[in-house]
């Protein structure tokens, strides 16, 4: 697998079962919905951390490796806190998600539009259990929601990812 994955089924089964909730939810509302990403490659992970942070012909480098499209010059900058490893999306517990208005996707998060329909969306997001990127307090990611019961860091799936043969499966709380 390589490249952005959109794959519903690459999700942890019950991620993918609250996220078909959550897209019905917002269908019953018409709230439109594009998933831009599920769950994430390492070799992605490692693309987007050194996006901004390594001369711009080695991010070019990872990203051909990672199956990504080459970067355009105005996307070279800083794009995740998260490095490699360290986003719940290597796991399938994360999604990230824009809202489609009038058949076009709504990139920017513009609360005092009237027809920006986020909070809608992620308020239905929240109502079936997923937390949203956006509530963060140091790197708001408004496209992003995931859930994970049971793990409090990634940092510890890293560690049973690597005890059990590279299985991303990890094991979630009931």
């Not at 990872?62 to 105005?74: E, M, T, V």
């Not at 307090?137 to 049971?150: A, L, M, N």
Request: glycine share 6%; proline share 6%.
């Amino acid at each position: 697998m390589m490249g952005t994955i959109r794959d519903m089924a690459e999700l942890q089964p019950r991620v993918r079962a609250m996220a078909f909730d959550w897209m019905e939810r917002c269908a019953k509302r018409s709230l439109h919905i594009l998933v831009a990403e599920t769950r994430r490659t390492m070799e992605v992970s490692r693309a987007y951390w050194v996006n901004g942070r390594l001369p711009f012909d080695q991010v070019q480098t990872y990203y051909a490796a990672a199956g990504l499209r080459p970067l355009k010059s105005n996307e070279y900058k800083i794009i995740t806190k998260a490095k490699p490893g360290q986003s719940w999306h290597i796991y399938g517990c994360a999604l990230d998600f824009y809202p489609m208005v009038n058949g076009v996707v709504d990139w920017n998060y513009t609360p005092d539009d009237p027809a920006d329909y986020w909070d809608e969306i992620v308020a239905e997001a929240k109502a079936v259990g997923f937390a949203w990127g956006g509530d963060w307090r140091t790197f708001q990611d408004r496209p992003h929601i995931e859930y994970h019961p049971g793990w409090s860091h990634p940092d510890e799936a890293i560690t049973w990812v690597h005890e059990h043969h590279d299985d991303w499966r990890i094991p979630l709380a009931a």
